[in-house]
Structures are given as structure tokens and as C-alpha cells.
């Protein structure tokens, strides 16, 4: 049995770097469902081609392989519209699922606001780690 005790194996399939969203950025996706219901969750990582998001209930028909039409990234007054492919669904703790997304911009201007939004968090997350630094190398060494 796989660590954690889960049966399910969950195979790594974006060749791109994911950068967490923190709840307080209040980052979500927004969708119209395969039954006609625009859905809107919150996204929980991102990258330059895809997505992932939590949902409080699984709905009908955001299986693998389905088609979410009409979708948008917002982040605060940041509108990334596209369409979704849905690379999976499963379920996390209690009743919580978490969905993962690939993430096709509509326009060369949503594209180019996506690949912004993701270098900014790319940006971040490199000063974060740099700020951290390393003991082994912030120890000068003695002659």
C-alpha cells in the first residue's frame, strides 16, 4: 500500500511548475457545468497550463475527459477567461473533492495575463525561498 495509506495513485501529469494559492488570495475558478449550472470553487494551485480547485460535492459530470466551457480565473479584479479539460476528480477528506484542470486561454490576451499572473507567483515564491536561505551557506568561512 502507497504511503498514507491511500490505494489510489495520483500520477503527476503537468510538466509545469504549480505555485499554491492561499485561501486569503481569494483565487477562483468559474465554470458552467456539464447540467447547464455555472459552478464557481476556489483554486487551490496553478500553473501556466492548468489548475487545480476544491469542491464541497462532486457534481455530475466533471469526470475525466469532460469539457468545462466558458471558465475564468479570478483574482481579485483579474478575469482570465478559457476553457477546462478535466484530468481528474477525487475525493480528499469527508465529503471534499479536489478537481485538476488543464487551462485553455481564449484569447492572446488571456494567455498573456495568465503567463503574468503565474510569473508573478513564480517571482514570489523564488524570494520567499531565497529569504529562507540555507545554514551551510550563510556561515562565512574562516581562513
Known amino acids: 500500500m502507497p ?11 503537468r510538466k509545469d511548475p504549480r505555485y499554491f494559492l492561499p485561501h486569503a488570495l481569494g483565487a477562483e475558478l468559474e465554470f458552467d ?9 476556489p483554486l487551490m494551485d496553478i500553473s501556466i497550463r492548468g489548475a487545480s480547485f476544491s469542491l464541497p460535492l462532486r457534481p455530475e459530470g466533471i469526470d475525466e475527459g469532460a469539457m468545462l ?21 477525487v475525493r ?10 488543464e487551462f485553455f486561454p481564449k484569447t492572446d490576451i488571456d494567455q498573456n495575463q495568465l503567463v503574468s499572473f503565474v510569473s508573478r507567483l513564480e517571482a514570489k515564491d523564488q524570494a520567499k525561498r531565497s529569504s529562507l536561505g540555507h545554514p551551510c551557506m550563510d556561515v562565512t568561512p574562516s581562513e
Open 92 to 101: 480528499r477528506f469527508r465529503a471534499n473533492y479536489s478537481c485538476g484542470v
Open 33 to 41: 457545468g456539464p447540467d447547464g449550472e455555472r459552478y464557481r470553487f
Open 3 to 13: 504511503r498514507g495509506g491511500s490505494m489510489q495513485e495520483q500520477v503527476q501529469r
Open 69 to 89: 466551457p466558458n471558465a475564468s480565473i479570478l483574482v481579485d479584479d483579474l478575469e482570465i477567461k478559457g476553457n477546462l479539460a478535466v484530468h481528474y476528480t
